[in-house]
């Protein structure tokens, strides 16, 4: 079996790429990759474009190698990934509607995120007029006797971000469910071209509002990377405080949602309150309190406040007293089990192929997490748990993130206690040639990857891959089966971000 | 569950708790949203929420609108879940144009008296989305809007604070309504 290192050799190594490799290959070593990736000896971490350029990036499971494949297409197409690899097809799709590269031989060859109402096609590559007339989107079919379907959004009735699902049901039963996103699409990608690196990373800390500090510590680390920056202690460990307080806020606000979509208000009245005794703890230390803008390439912003420490350990006290009382409830109430055990269920081998990341992922076996896997400081130096359960339904996602709390609780403790002392940050200096880095962040929802290469200060070109990519399509397949009434159940044990996976 | 829901008998309101002194903010501004909805819109405004593509954060701080500590049905404002039935549409984000057309017919599909309150520093101008080729501007470019309530994401004491100023400024409009 070959390993990553051996396809590195196959190519044409680039320079001034850290910290994995990045190699430029021809068609049949990146045809080969693709059907080492369908073999599942690989998983497909990302797959993104240039002006003519393909670039994907692989990780070996076994080894936690990881390395980026890239393929120059002056002719404007290259062989298909996702024609072998399925989790790759709606990445191509994406980078035609962008780029206007087209993957040959791939199965699914319909827009996904341009909807043609930017009155241009390819923005991002050679741009040309807009379609006079747009044909309809052609769902994928499902054949059968009395179906039927239903059409949701792009509005949906909650206070949630827009989206459209197709069902196609029989009864009460869904036969299908087939999403069409997009429509949150903002060309964060184009905006970021020739952008200053400041620029860039408030944009990058808007690619998913709950992921702000996520997306900041992720681009910050790959400029870091391109740059070579060596960040003070103190701020990496700050960062890693961060991350773990916006992992805290988000997973106590799901609990609660979950059992809200499944009618248990008194969950959700509770969580909410948990909740929000973080975000003001983090007003309180940090001036903000989704904690954005705090992460910048070089450091943070922001020290702990004078009274951060005693306020956060106030938060986190308050946290441990109410908490076990709420997953007892959880776990005793049986009207609440009965909706969520056995719901929405995500076979193992589907999230190991579409190396789903997050608590989706550890919910079906799959024990992938960033901060373990790839241990970037400090979480090399830190003593925590990656919980990983089987079972794959609702009830298993909750449990994953009722355990990381618990986690999160721990990580916060040590680094407090330990947090170094000295500056926050240092100064970032510009290179003129052109550099590139990449980094993975372990944000509350899976890893956060973001690529760019920079130069003299700004940004040639950054793309920022949200792991919902590689769990909006296993969304699909955990409710076959369920009854309708249970989407909203199982939509929120997911969770994932519109505006992440549209950009 | 008994023993929660008897403990939630005794313990004070979490809105009375006021350890910050937010809290006392809330308190007080609770008070007077609620006066003030009573006064010009008897105990009911309903709210309609649209993401036209906002990166979330402005949602998850609408979210918190609901819970115990800010409460925001105790002034009779609520959330619905069809535009047929709002009052007030809530929009965030930049209008991306893919969200154009979406927002334009939740606009259509609420029924007169209307009041828009765009909800983000992007809902003004696209904030620091403006200028991209995917989006269309604020949502002033799409529907006319009555009111701005500027953050990045705006706290929910500053949307309950916006709330407030459109109530007064939509008292002559719904009187003659």
């Known amino acids: 079996m070959p390993s990553l290192i051996d396809l590195m050799l196959e190519g044409r190594s680039v320079q001034q790429h850290s910290p994995w490799p990045r190699v430029a290959v021809d068609a049949s070593v990146w045809t080969f990759a693709a059907s080492e990736l369908a073999q599942g000896r690989w998983s497909l971490l990302g797959l993104w474009g240039e002006l003519s350029t393909v670039h994907m990036a692989i990780m070996d499971g076994h080894t936690a190698e990881i390395a980026t494949v890239s393929l120059d297409c002056p002719d404007h197409s290259y062989p298909s990934v996702g024609k072998h690899h399925p989790p790759a097809l709606r990445l191509e799709r994406a980078i035609f509607d962008l780029f206007g590269l087209s993957a040959e031989g791939s199965t699914d060859s319909r827009p996904w995120l341009d909807h043609n109402n930017w009155g241009v096609r390819f923005p991002l590559g050679d741009r040309i007029d807009a379609l006079s007339q747009s044909s309809p989107y052609r769902f994928l079919p499902a054949e059968g006797d009395s179906l039927h379907q239903i059409a949701v959004g792009p509005v949906h009735a909650g206070i949630i971000e827009p989206g459209h699902f197709r069902f196609t049901a029989s009864g009460e039963t869904v036969v299908r469910l087939e999403e069409r996103l997009g429509y949150t699409h903002k060309g964060i990608e184009g905006l970021m071209i020739g952008a200053s690196v400041e620029r860039a990373a408030q944009l990058a800390g808007r690619v998913s509002g709950d992921s702000t500090v996520a997306y900041a510590f992720a681009f910050s680390r790959a400029a870091e990377a391109a740059l070579q920056l060596v960040v003070p202690d103190r701020a990496i460990w700050l960062r890693a405080l961060l991350a773990e307080f916006e992992r805290l806020a988000n997973h106590l606000g799901d609990i609660g949602a979950i059992c809200n979509d499944a009618s248990f208000a008194l969950m959700q009245a509770h969580c909410g309150v948990l909740r929000e005794s973080v975000l003001r703890a983090s007003n309180a230390a940090f001036g903000h309190r989704l904690m954005r803008d705090i992460v910048v390439p070089g450091g943070v912003t922001h020290d702990l406040n004078g009274d951060g420490t005693a306020i956060i350990r106030a938060a986190l006290a308050n946290i441990r007293r109410r908490f076990p009382a709420l997953v007892e409830l959880y776990d005793n109430t049986a009207s609440l089990q009965d909706r969520t055990v056995d719901t929405g269920v995500l076979k193992p081998t589907l999230a190991r192929q579409y190396a789903a990341g997050g608590y989706v992922g550890r919910a079906s076996g799959r024990s992938f997490d960033a901060r373990r896997t790839l241990a970037y400081p400090p979480y090399d130096s830190l003593h925590f748990e990656v919980p990983v359960l089987t079972e794959g339904d609702v009830n298993a996602r909750v449990w994953i993130r009722v355990r990381e709390v618990e986690q999160s609780l721990s990580l916060i403790d040590q680094i407090l206690d330990r947090l170094p002392e000295g500056s926050i940050g240092t100064r970032v200096a510009h290179r003129p040639e052109p550099r590139e880095g990449m980094a993975i962040v372990e944000g509350f929802r899976g890893d956060v990857l973001i690529w760019l290469r920079l130069q003299d200060g700004r940004v040639e070109r950054c793309h920022l891959r949200d792991p919902s990519w590689f769990q909006w399509p296993l969304l699909e397949a955990a409710i076959e089966g369920n009854i309708v009434a249970d989407f909203p159940l199982c939509n929120k044990s997911f969770n994932c971000s519109y505006s992440g996976q549209d950009l | ?177």
């Open chain 2, 1 to 177: 569950m008994r023993k929660l829901l008897f403990q939630s008998l005794f313990r004070p309101p979490l809105t009375e708790q006021a350890p910050l002194p937010d809290d006392t903010a809330v308190t007080e501004l609770a008070t007077a949203v609620g006066r003030a909805a009573r006064r010009h819109l008897g105990r009911s405004l309903s709210i309609r929420e649209v993401d036209a593509g906002s990166c979330n954060g402005c949602e998850l701080e609408i979210h918190a609108l609901n819970n115990a500590y800010y409460d925001i049905e105790r002034f009779g404002l609520k959330f619905v879940a069809s535009p047929r039935h709002a009052d007030v549409l809530m929009v965030t984000g930049p209008v991306t144009k893919n969200m154009r057309d979406a927002l334009e017919r939740t606009y259509h599909a609420t029924p007169n008296p209307k009041w828009v309150v765009a909800v983000g520093d992007c809902a003004r101008d696209g904030g620091c989305f403006a200028g991209s080729y995917a989006v269309a501007g604020g949502v002033s470019q799409v529907v006319p809007v009555d009111l701005h309530i500027p953050g990045c994401p705006p706290s929910p004491t500053m949307v309950l604070q916006g709330l407030l100023a459109l109530l007064d400024r939509a008292a002559p409009n719904a009187t003659s309504a």
